[in-house]
């Protein structure tokens, strides 16, 4: 088992996703909506543990 080295930096509505080879992907979430830009993906977070998911694919 390995251990992985994740990081987020939040600026606002901005946040910058890093891992252990550097700058992954950024993301911007506003109330309950947000959007990835490696995965190009819409999501809603949802009340309880759901969310829904809309993939640009």
């Known amino acids: 088992m390995a251990i992985l080295f994740r990081s987020r ?5 901005l946040i910058l996703n890093f891992t252990e080879n550097g ?3 950024w993301s ?6 947000s959007w990835n830009s490696r995965t190009r993906a819409h999501r809603v977070d949802l009340p309880g543990p759901l969310s829904w998911k809309q993939d640009k694919r």
């Open 9 to 13: 930096k939040k600026f606002g509505p």
């Open 23 to 25: 700058f992954s992907s």
């Open 28 to 33: 911007f979430k506003i109330g309950r909506w």
